[in-house]
């Protein structure tokens, strides 16, 4: 983890102004486009979730500004993130289920299978939940498979002053491609460019992906 400073980091004053903000957060909703994706991960009965949440790692590693972060109220950009995404159980009650990056997508698949069902099994409330609570390499995920949607909007605690990002999936869109995609950041380490660009880094991945299972 390295601290951002003025020297080296344009925003500085931005991250200033808007540290002070009651609510410095700010979502976006947008439609990723993933290609052929879905398609390719049905003829190779690969998991199309799992697939996507490989790709938003992906681009969470290869994009910077989606790792900065907030450490005693200065700026910070950590190594790697940690995704924690919501899954449900079958008494229709969530879980967060702390997801395990991997380089092949099919050891993704396969960890992160197994991670589901084991943290399923917990208590909403569980110990990693509680040692993790306070870790700023934390991404937060929910996926909703049930509808489309144009905006989203989520809980905060009023603790949560880590400026970790909060992303939303939602149902595909088989026939374009198309998959309702929100992403919440805090202002003062991101603009509205920085969530083009990491949204287009996303698209990228699922390109990138597509290729790999088209060899």
Known sequence: MKQLTSSDWSRAEHFDFYLGFEQPYFSITTRLKTGSLYTLCKQRQLSF???YLYCLSKAC???APIRYRIVNRRPYVVDKVDMSCV?????????????V???DIHDYIKN???QKKAFLEQP???EHFLATSDNPQQLYLSILPWFDF???SHARNAKDNLGI???VFGKLDPQTGELPFSVEVHHGLMDGLHVAEFIQEIETQCKILSEQLLA
């Open 49 to 51: 979730t799992y697939s």
């Open 61 to 63: 590693q290869n994009y």
């Open 87 to 99: 899954f449900l159980r079958e008494d229709r009650s969530f879980r967060f289920v702390p997801l």
């Open 101 to 103: 990056a991997c380089e």
């Open 112 to 114: 992160n299978d197994a």
């Open 124 to 126: 909403l409330v569980s």
């Open 150 to 152: 144009t905006s989203f």
């Open 165 to 167: 990002p909060k992303c």
